[in-house]
């Protein structure tokens, strides 16, 4: 039976994941990130996910706690996440975004991909997780 949590995320067909997060601002809207990312890393269990790109409007606090987490975590995280595949509907924006993480690619080890629209990227998230 499918189940959701406060976030939207889908845990009713692993291995893809769908984090659709409040916007930039929300309060809490990181530390609810952080909290079922942390679940998902105690599961261990392998798995995609699906989320839409934040368009740079983050705060200067929301990329400090995000770059905190990924200091903390990043290893545990790398360790189950074998994908992230990002929502941009913005061609320009989307070659932007894949060439940052282009550079990002040593300090993170996860492969990311990026899709037009939510149902391609997880699409394409089901195939490369059932291609492994």
Do not use: N
């Amino acid at each position: 039976m499918p189940t959701e949590d406060d976030l939207g995320q889908s845990f009713d067909a692993p291995p893809v994941v769908v984090l659709d997060l409040p916007p930039p601002g929300t309060p809490d809207r990181l530390r609810s990130q952080h909290d079922a990312l942390d679940r998902l890393i105690q599961d261990k269990r392998a798995f995609a996910i699906v989320t839409t790109a934040s368009g740079g409007d983050e705060t200067a606090e929301e990329r400090a706690a995000q770059a905190a987490w990924l200091k903390v975590h990043l290893h545990e995280f790398a360790q189950v996440c074998r994908a992230y595949f990002i929502v941009e509907p913005d061609v320009s924006r989307r070659a932007v975004l894949r060439q940052q993480a282009d550079k990002l690619s040593k300090a993170f080890p996860i492969p990311m991909y990026f899709a037009e629209s939510k149902d391609h990227a997880v699409a394409q998230a089901y195939k490369f997780m059932t291609s492994r």
